[in-house]
């Protein structure tokens, strides 16, 4: 399958890197088809990785990641263009996080709108997933990377392009009983607005490899 990956920061370029391993084609995309991090991706990475504008990555994909800052995803989707991303997965792994007043990051949108809903409001014409945004970029792709059984989490308005990224997420290693669907995009608000929780868990714990586990 032919992927497009919008971002090219640490959550990028580790999905990018599985998608290759498993051997998907892959182009990073980001703001200049010559950005230097995308360049040096692709010379690490193995065949069947290429680089591009977004515009350029989003008409390569059958499907779309969208792994750039939270801040800027919508702009950022603008470049990618409608056309490109309309009857599409559209990925959206980002988080709202606004550093403008320091650290730690305050939420750019929250309680009654997430950014996986804004990006779906602008382009109605792609089917978006908000998933992977809970965990660290390593365990997006090796859930074995944190001990025991814990979950990671999905929602979107189409049924068929959640089972798709669930597939993909199977492919990542998270077994069918450890993805937990949401509901339609209005889940999002939840994923997203469990990251400053999830932030003070990272000092609480000394790190980013740490995940949860829904008890039933």
């Given amino acids: 399958m032919r992927v497009g990956v919008l971002g090219t920061g640490v959550a990028g370029t580790t999905i990018a890197t599985k998608l290759l391993a498993l051997g998907h084609e892959v182009m ?4 200049t088809a010559d950005n230097e991090r995308a360049a040096a991706w692709v010379a690490s990475a193995q065949e069947g990785a290429a680089q591009g504008t977004f515009t350029d990555a989003a008409a390569f994909g059958e499907v779309v990641f969208n792994c750039t800052s ?3 995803s919508l702009e950022a989707l603008g470049a ?5 991303l309309a009857g599409k997965v559209l990925v959206d792994v980002a988080n709202p996080l606004d550093f403008s007043r320091g650290r730690p990051p305050r939420l750019s ?7 996986g809903e804004q990006i779906q409001r602008t382009f109605p014409d792609a089917k978006v997933v908000k998933a992977l945004n809970t965990v660290n970029a390593g365990v997006m792709v090796a859930p ?8 990671i989490f999905l929602c979107g308005n189409d049924q068929g392009a959640k089972a798709e990224v669930s597939e993909l997420l199977q ?4 077994g069918p009983e450890r993805i937990v669907d949401l509901g339609d995009i209005t889940g999002a608000r939840g994923q997203e607005m469990y990251l400053p929780l999830w932030l003070h868990l990272m000092s ?9 586990k829904v008890v039933r």
């Fill in 28 to 31: 990073l995309g980001s703001r």
């Fill in 70 to 72: 939270g801040t800027a």
């Fill in 80 to 84: 990618a263009r409608e056309e490109n």
């Fill in 109 to 115: 949108v929250c309680n009654d709108d997430s950014l």
């Fill in 144 to 151: 074995e990377k944190v001990a025991g059984e814990h979950d």
């Fill in 171 to 174: 492919s990542f290693g998270w």
């Fill in 204 to 212: 609480a714990v000394g790190g980013p490899n740490f995940n949860i």
